[in-house]
C-alpha cells in the first residue's frame, strides 16, 4: 500500500503532461478544455473535443501520445496538413513519422522498422491509408497508446467538409477495443457533432465543446460593387508590411488577385491545388517565414498551417458555411494580437452556392442541409446583428453577448426599418 507521503511525492499523469508541455512545446500552462481532455485520454478514455482554430487541439493527442507506452496512431485528411504537423514535431524533439503517397519505399521502410523496435511516439496516416489491409494487420501488431482522428468533422455529411473516407473509421472501435480514441474538430454544430459521435462510436464518450469565442477577431463584410479585385487591393495595401490570407473561389482567380497584388507592390503568392507539388511548398515556406507576404489561395491551403502573425484574412469570395467561415477567418491572430476577418459577398455568390449544391449527387436531405447552411451564412453576413455573436450562437452557445468590436457592433453598418415596407409587401 502506498503511503500518503509517497503518493504526494509521485507526479499525477496531468503534472506530468504539464511538465512536456513546458519541456518540449515552450507553454506554461494548459488553455481552456486542453487539460481535461488530456486527462480523459491519459485515462486510458474514449473522447470528443471541438476545440476553436488556434485552440491547441493537436496538443491534446500528441501529450497523451508521448506519454502512454505505445505509438500514438493520428489520422489526417490532407498530407499538407500531415507534413506540417510532422515537421514541426521533429523540430521540438518528438519522434513523429508520416505514411502517405508521398513517402518513398526506402523512407517507409525505415518508418516501419522505428514503429518495431518501439521508437516512434506518433505517426500521421490518411484514412485511405490506414483503413487498407496490410496496414491494419501491421498495426494490430503494434502496440497503439491511443488513435485521434484529427479534422473529425469530416465524417459528417452534415459538416461543411465531408469526405466518405472518413466514415471508415467508425470500424477502429472493433479493431482496436482496447485503445482511447479521441475526435478533434474546430468546428461543428449541435447536429455534426451527434453524426460524429454515431459514426465513429463515441455515443458514451464525454464530449468537450470549448467557447467559439475569438475576442481578438475584428469581423466585417461588405458587399462587391464593382469587381471584388479592386476592392481586395484597396484592402491589402491599406494594410501594409502586414502578413494576410485571401481567399478566393477558383484557381484561376488567385492566379489573377495575386498577380494584381503584385502589381500594386504588395508581395502575394497564389496558392492552389493545381500547381506543382514542389511550387506550392516553397510558396508556403516562403510564406511561413515571411514577416509581411499574401497568400491569395483557394480553401487548398490553410486547414492546419501555423502562422500565428496572420494579422488579416479576405474573403474575395464567400466561404461555403459558417463552419467555413470561422475556420478559414480564425486562421488570422492565432497570437492572440488583434487581427481582421473581411468577407465580401454579393447575391450572385450565393446563387451560385445554391446552384451547385443542387447539381451534386448526393441524398435530398443532405442538399436540404448544405442549401440551409447557406442561407444561414448570408444571413450572417446580410443580417444587422453582431456577427461574433452569431456565430457563436450558431454553434449552440447560450448566454452570448456582443462583441463590441465588429462592423455592425460599432455602426459600420447602414440599416433601415423596413417594418412598413414588409407589411405591405
Same mark, same amino acid.
Given at each position: 500500500r502506498m503511503?500518503p507521503?509517497?503518493?504526494?511525492?509521485?507526479?499525477?499523469?496531468l503534472?506530468a503532461?504539464?511538465?512536456?508541455?513546458r519541456?518540449?512545446?515552450g507553454?506554461?500552462?494548459?488553455?481552456?478544455?486542453?487539460?481535461?481532455?488530456?486527462? @480523459?485520454v491519459?485515462?486510458?478514455r474514449?473522447?470528443?473535443?471541438?476545440?476553436p482554430?488556434?485552440?491547441?487541439?493537436?496538443?491534446?493527442?500528441?501529450?497523451p501520445?508521448m506519454l502512454?507506452?505505445g505509438?500514438?496512431?493520428?489520422?489526417s485528411?490532407?498530407?499538407?496538413?500531415m507534413?506540417?504537423? *510532422?515537421?514541426?514535431?521533429v523540430?521540438?524533439?518528438v519522434?513523429?513519422?508520416?505514411?502517405?503517397?508521398?513517402?518513398?519505399?526506402?523512407?517507409?521502410t525505415?518508418?516501419w522498422?522505428r514503429? @518495431?523496435?518501439?521508437e516512434l511516439?506518433?505517426?500521421?496516416v490518411?484514412?485511405?491509408g490506414?483503413?487498407?489491409?496490410?496496414?491494419?494487420d501491421?498495426?494490430?501488431?503494434t502496440?497503439l497508446?491511443?488513435?485521434?482522428?484529427d479534422?473529425a468533422?469530416?465524417?459528417?455529411q452534415?459538416?461543411?467538409?465531408f469526405?466518405?473516407?472518413?466514415?471508415?473509421l467508425?470500424?477502429l472501435?472493433?479493431l482496436f477495443?482496447? *485503445?482511447p480514441?479521441?475526435a *478533434?474538430?474546430?468546428?461543428?454544430?449541435a447536429?455534426?457533432?451527434?453524426?460524429?459521435?454515431?459514426?465513429l462510436?463515441?455515443?458514451g464518450?464525454p @464530449?468537450f465543446v470549448?467557447?467559439?469565442?475569438?475576442?481578438?477577431l475584428i469581423?466585417?463584410a461588405?458587399?462587391?460593387?464593382?469587381t471584388?479585385?479592386?476592392r481586395?487591393? &484597396?484592402?491589402v495595401?491599406?494594410r501594409?508590411?502586414?502578413?494576410?490570407?485571401?481567399?478566393?473561389?477558383?484557381?484561376d482567380?488567385?492566379?489573377s488577385? $495575386?498577380?494584381?497584388l503584385?502589381?500594386?507592390?504588395?508581395? $502575394?503568392?497564389?496558392?492552389?491545388?493545381g500547381l506543382?507539388?514542389?511550387?506550392?511548398e @516553397?510558396?508556403?515556406?516562403?510564406?511561413?517565414e515571411?514577416?509581411a507576404?499574401v497568400?491569395?489561395?483557394?480553401?487548398?491551403?490553410g486547414?492546419?498551417v501555423?502562422?500565428?502573425?496572420?494579422?488579416?484574412?479576405?474573403?474575395?469570395?464567400?466561404?461555403?458555411?459558417?463552419?467555413?467561415y470561422?475556420?478559414?477567418?480564425?486562421r488570422a491572430?492565432?497570437?492572440?494580437?488583434p487581427?481582421?476577418?473581411i468577407t465580401?459577398?454579393?447575391a450572385s455568390d450565393?446563387a451560385?452556392?445554391?446552384?451547385?449544391?443542387g &447539381?451534386?449527387d448526393?441524398d435530398e436531405?443532405v442538399?436540404?442541409?448544405?442549401?440551409r447552411?447557406v442561407?444561414?451564412?448570408?444571413?450572417?453576413?446580410?443580417?444587422?446583428?453582431?456577427r461574433?455573436a452569431a456565430v457563436?450562437?450558431?454553434?449552440g452557445?447560450?448566454? *452570448?453577448?456582443p462583441?463590441?468590436?465588429?462592423?455592425?457592433?460599432?455602426?459600420?453598418v447602414?440599416?433601415?426599418d423596413?417594418?412598413v415596407?414588409a407589411?405591405?409587401?
Open positions: 503511503t507521503a509517497l503518493a504526494e511525492a509521485r507526479p499525477s499523469p503534472d503532461a504539464r511538465d512536456v508541455l519541456r518540449t512545446f507553454h506554461a500552462e494548459f488553455r481552456g478544455l486542453q487539460a481535461a481532455v488530456i486527462g @480523459e491519459l485515462a486510458g474514449c473522447a470528443m473535443a471541438v476545440l482554430t488556434g485552440g491547441g487541439k493537436s496538443l491534446c493527442y500528441q501529450i501520445a502512454r507506452p505509438l500514438g496512431l493520428v489520422v485528411p490532407l498530407i499538407a496538413l507534413t506540417d504537423q *510532422v515537421a514541426a514535431l523540430q521540438s524533439g519522434a513523429a513519422a508520416r505514411l502517405d503517397s508521398n513517402i518513398g519505399p526506402d523512407e517507409r525505415e518508418t522498422r514503429i @518495431e523496435r518501439g511516439d506518433l505517426l500521421y490518411s484514412p485511405e490506414l483503413m487498407q489491409p496490410h496496414m491494419l501491421r498495426l494490430a501488431r502496440p497508446s491511443l488513435i485521434a482522428i479534422e468533422h469530416c465524417v459528417s452534415w459538416g461543411h467538409d469526405r466518405p473516407e472518413y466514415r471508415m467508425g470500424r472501435a472493433e477495443p482496447s *485503445v480514441r479521441l *478533434v474538430t474546430a468546428t461543428a454544430d447536429r455534426t457533432r451527434e453524426d460524429i459521435r454515431a459514426e462510436w463515441l455515443e464518450s @464530449e470549448a467557447s467559439f469565442a475569438r475576442p481578438e469581423l466585417s461588405e458587399r462587391k460593387r464593382g471584388a479585385a479592386k481586395v487591393i &484597396e484592402l495595401t491599406a501594409p508590411e502586414r502578413s494576410g490570407v485571401v481567399y478566393a473561389g477558383s484557381r482567380k488567385t492566379e488577385l $495575386a498577380e494584381a503584385r502589381k500594386a507592390g504588395v508581395p $502575394a503568392l497564389a496558392y492552389h491545388a506543382d507539388k514542389q511550387v506550392r @516553397e510558396r508556403l515556406t516562403t510564406f511561413l515571411a514577416d507576404a497568400m491569395v489561395a483557394t480553401i487548398a491551403f486547414m492546419g501555423d502562422k500565428p502573425d496572420v494579422r488579416f484574412v479576405i474573403h474575395a469570395d464567400p466561404p461555403a458555411s459558417i463552419e467555413a470561422w475556420q478559414e477567418i480564425g491572430g492565432r497570437d492572440g494580437e487581427a481582421e476577418g465580401l459577398y454579393g450565393m451560385w452556392a445554391l446552384r451547385r449544391i &447539381e451534386r448526393v436531405a442538399k436540404q442541409v448544405q442549401v447552411k442561407r444561414q451564412l448570408y444571413a450572417l453576413l446580410h443580417g444587422a446583428g453582431c461574433a457563436r450562437r450558431y454553434f452557445e447560450a448566454g *452570448v453577448e462583441c463590441g468590436q465588429c462592423d455592425v457592433c460599432t455602426g459600420g447602414e440599416t433601415v423596413a417594418t415596407a407589411q405591405k409587401a
